[in-house]
């Protein structure tokens, strides 16, 4: 039976779904732009309007190099760093989106930017797929004991328990497929009963696929509570994720969609069958067994958070906290220890040279 989510009081089911119209960056730390996007948003059907709260030192070493993203491939610590805004900015925004009359919602991706936002009084808090795995966040913000939706792309079943023995309930476990644009035959949605079955807790769906409607509607009739996707004024625009985002007007005809699924979930699938093909529609059910889906295997350990090394560290020299951070390894790099392993690569002695930005393995410690 699916299962209902409350942030503030207000319940959200497959029945009256939330749906999150995600600005991300894409306002690009301009406030009148933002507000521009807050009310359309508001306009297209949006309950919610998520941002990101960027510090380029919490996500990525300067020597990630360029990564491949859906506007192309760009030097992203870079990007990041010119995307950085003070705390003020985001209390605007979040001014702006409640008197708007929706829930204000933003992903921190290290414990500055989550003490930062946890000043601002949110009423719940969205967590990255990456950050899926990042041990010592995840216990910051449990501690917080606000509703917590959980994006569980790129990630294995074992990674997402690991987590969920972390963050406790009310928590909404959040389908994705980590890969722009993700093909909408790699969703296998089916898995949300499955998830919420296995831990408990009510699911929903962060959809990074290019059809406006598609995704959402089948998620809202397999069981989803929620229904994430990123917003955009135009496709042309240059934010990060705007050539995969929804401007207005096609947000609006997936809100629009998307609740009159969740009215009439066996006539939706049946009408999508009609248009699609049924043999399409099915691959996009899929089986329901958590796997890696094909288009972000390779994904795995690199959008992924680990140990990376801040310095050059010698041989024979004894690793410092400050010596080393949890950060997102991308293609260049190399992976390290998983971040759950802070403390035990603290006081270390480094067993060879260890260069900066790598990830910090266990043969490389004694």
């Known amino acids: 039976m699916a299962k209902s989510f409350f942030i503030d009081g207000r319940e959200f089911s497959p029945q009256n779904p939330l749906v999150i119209a995600e600005l991300g960056t894409a306002h690009a730390g301009d406030l009148g732009k933002a507000r521009e996007m807050i009310a359309a948003a508001a306009e297209s059907g949006a309950d919610c309007i998520k941002f990101q709260w960027v510090f380029a030192d919490e996500i990525l070493h300067k020597a990630t190099g360029e990564v491949l993203l859906p506007g192309g491939k760009i030097p992203l610590y870079d990007r990041f760093k010119a995307l950085e805004a003070p705390a003020d900015f985001y209390q605007k925004l979040k001014e702006n989106v409640e008197a708007a009359g929706l829930l204000f919602l933003c992903t921190p991706f290290g414990h500055k930017s989550a003490r930062l936002l946890r000043e601002l009084q949110p009423k719940a808090v969205k967590i990255a797929s990456p950050e899926l795995n990042y041990t010592s966040l995840l216990q910051e913000i449990s501690r917080w004991e606000l509703p917590v939706l959980l ?34 035959a790699d969703y296998n949605l089916r898995l949300l009963q499955s998830l919420s079955a296995v831990f408990g807790v009510p699911v929903g769906v962060s959809d990074h696929s290019l059809d406006p409607q598609l995704i959402p509607v089948l998620s809202v009739c397999a069981g989803a509570a929620v229904i994430e996707k990123h917003f955009c004024l135009s496709r042309s625009d240059d934010g990060l994720d705007d050539p995969i985002a929804l401007p207005p007007k096609e947000f609006s005809q997936m809100t629009a969609a998307v609740r009159a699924a969740a009215t009439g979930a066996e006539k939706t699938i049946e009408a999508l069958c009609e248009k699609h093909g049924g043999e399409f529609i099915e691959k996009i059910l899929g089986d329901g067994v958590k796997t890696l889906a094909p288009s972000e295997k390779e994904n795995y350990l690199r959008t992924n958070r680990s ?60």
Not at 164 to 182: E, G, M, S
Not at 334 to 358: H, M, N, W, Y
Request: charged share 25%; net charge negative.
């Open 151 to 184: 994006s569980a792309g790129v990630s294995r079943l074992a990674d997402i328990e690991a987590a969920l023995d972390i963050l406790k309930p009310p928590l909404c476990l959040l389908h994705c497929v980590t890969a722009y644009p993700a093909p909408e």
């Open 307 to 366: 140990i990376h090394a801040l310095r050059d560290i010698e041989a024979g020299q004894v690793i410092q906290k400050s010596d080393f951070a949890v950060y997102r390894t991308e293609k260049i790099l190399r992976p390290g220890l998983a971040p759950s392993f802070e403390d035990l690569v603290a006081g270390k002695t480094a067993k060879q040279f260890i260069p900066s930005g790598e990830g910090i393995r266990f043969e490389d410690i004694c």
